[in-house]
């Protein structure tokens, strides 16, 4: 099992607070502005809910099978992208069922720019979106803690032999 961000839309509002963190995270220089604004997340608005979609971590990620340069990989906790080995061929994004990646021009030696969430690795502090989310709607989901809450299921539901595939 991997990281990921669980999102509770009935508390989402839909002030893209997110989205700007996770842009601001992602920064490399300068300010942000209309150029540079590159959320790994987009958060979407409809009449029943509101809520950002964001990149679930995979555990067999079809977007790491479908890249034929190895641009995206899966460590023991997130997908991770290296835009410099992409070739924007947007295998990804076919791949992808939840229409969480993005490709971008950019001035990598290749010209593409993988744009999906990878839980703020290089941040201490840990997921931008979820330090900043002023209703708490989004929570980082650790492996481990997604494991316990699957076995507590389990166990009360009194599915034993759904334990076995734990």
């Given amino acids: 099992m991997t990281d990921f961000v669980l999102v509770d ?19 490399t220089q300068g300010d942000l502005d209309v150029t ?3 959320p790994r997340l987009n958060v979407y608005k409809s009449s029943q809910a ?15 099978a479908a890249c034929p340069t190895g641009a ?7 997908v991770q992208a290296d835009s410099a080995r ?7 994004i076919v791949a992808c069922p939840f ?7 950019s001035g990598n030696a290749r010209g593409a720019e993988i744009v999906k969430c990878d839980l703020c690795a290089a941040r201490e502090a840990g997921p931008a979106c979820v330090e900043v989310c002023p209703t708490f709607a989004l929570k980082l989901m ?10 507590k299921r389990a166990k009360e539901t009194g599915h034993k032999a759904f334990l076995l595939y734990l």
Wanted: glycine residues 4%; contains cysteine.
């Fill in 99 to 105: 229409g969480c990646i993005a490709i971008e021009a």
């Fill in 36 to 38: 540079t604004f590159l």
């Fill in 86 to 92: 992409c070739i924007g061929c947007k295998n990804c």
């Fill in 142 to 151: 650790p492996a481990g803690e997604l494991k316990a809450l699957k076995n």
């Fill in 9 to 27: 839309t009935q508390r989402c509002i839909a002030c893209r607070t997110c989205e700007i963190a996770c842009a601001q995270a992602h920064l």
């Fill in 72 to 78: 995206l990989s899966l460590d023991e906790h997130r």
């Fill in 50 to 64: 509101s809520a950002p979609s964001i990149c679930h971590q995979c555990e067999n990620a079809p977007c790491v």
